[in-house]
């Protein structure tokens, strides 16, 4: 019996314990923790790691990553995650329907439950124009389209979609963020993307999303629900100097400002109180009283 079932609670669609990743050009500065019960959660900025890891590109070197209680890879050989990689390698003499029913068989094994399972997904997420063509011909935006397909192919408990919209232009990217939350509509979700700038199709599939995590420089720098995490002006990285750091935080505690630190003892991540008309200069003449210098000062989120 999982820790979740033995506890009597509900599993969490996807749970990091001290994360880490070994492989080059894959390196987080600090080992990574969160947790989420939510059925659509976005994965804002460089997940790369997390996801070599999914494609078999890299190991995990330290703790755990789990789907609904299972680790990533139990997760998908079980067909309880289905992943598309952003932009994978493809069999490019295939045609849109070869592809498809040969993942349903290797995932699954029956040839006839095969047929019936490319036939839904070919009609769930409109491919029916490009059944036959090679993948050779896609352009970007139908092999995007065809990775939301491939992911969602089994309707696994969760899908799992690596950069979806990246580089695509604003209409492609508002079509694939269509068919990204087609497959919502028949899984839980799990999508990465960039911090979008506002209004884009980025900000529109966010936005649909319950929770975000939000990653910077291999830190987990925010996460909670997109009104709060795009809340105008609300949040700031602040980076000081100084030898009064710990009464400086928690004098800004006292006034009800969230602060949480970062991997370098002199930097934080603060959250201003939502009901108050307070602005920067809070954190300014706080730091202040405290002989301190301010180095950084700058909105997490230009939206």
Known sequence: MNQSAALGGVAPTFELRQFAVR????VWRAPLNLRSNAQRIALVGNWEPLFQVLGGRA?????????LDCTLEAAVSAG??????CDPPLPGSFTVT????HAARLSHGSASRAVHDTKRAIDRYGLSGVAKCKLAELALYQRRALGVALAGLTTPKVVCLEAPLRGLDAPSADYVARLCLEAAAHSR??????????????RTLLDACDELFVLAGGELIAHGPPNAIFAAGARYSLRVKGTKIANFVESLRTQGVHIEARADADRFNIELPATSNTNTDLLLDTALDHDLIVLELEPLFAV
Do not use: K
Request: charged letters at 15%; glycine letters at 10%; aromatic letters at 6%.
């Open 80 to 85: 309880i995650l289905g992943f598309a990689a």
């Open 98 to 101: 070869e592809y498809l029913r």
């Open 59 to 67: 190991e995990t070197a330290g703790g755990t990553a789990a789907i």
């Open 189 to 202: 979700l799990l999508v990465s993307a960039d911090l979008p700038n506002s209004p884009s199709p980025e």
């Open 23 to 26: 492989s080059p050009g894959a």
